[in-house]
């Protein structure tokens, strides 16, 4: 029902675009948001969008990724920017519909020289 696209290994400095795209859960979407997991570590909040567009950004990552939801409130993306080694990490999408949170697998980020 979601499935992510864009992982993969790139250099410190570069960018990635994580895609996104829900199925069969589009009605009642409230908010779509990325998450990331460290090894050994909780999975974490990167960013979150509601359906009327409302955004907010973990704290390390201000500045340096971009969320954004397509006008038919299907797919969300994350723009990641200025990629540090500290970023490499498994990104996993996530939506909130009527109270439900809804898991994508994991796209691995890789930032290394």
């Known amino acids: 029902q979601l499935q992510a696209f864009g992982g993969g290994l790139v250099q410190p400095g570069g960018s990635l675009r994580l895609s996104c795209v829900a199925s069969?859960?589009?009605?009642?979407?409230?908010?779509m948001a990325w998450y990331r997991q460290f090894p050994g570590k909780q999975r974490e909040l990167v960013a979150i969008?509601?359906?009327?567009?409302?955004?907010e950004y973990a704290d390390p990552i201000k500045g340096q990724f971009t969320i954004s939801m397509n006008n038919d409130k299907n797919t969300v993306e994350l723009q990641m920017g200025s990629l540090r080694p500290e970023d490499t990490a498994v990104y996993y999408c996530?939506?909130?519909?009527?109270?439900?949170?809804?898991w994508g697998k994991g796209t691995q980020v890789t930032v290394s020289s």
């Open positions: 996530n939506v909130l519909r009527f109270g439900i949170s809804y």
């Open positions: 069969g859960i589009t009605f009642g979407i409230n908010a």
């Open positions: 969008i509601s359906s009327g567009g409302s955004t």
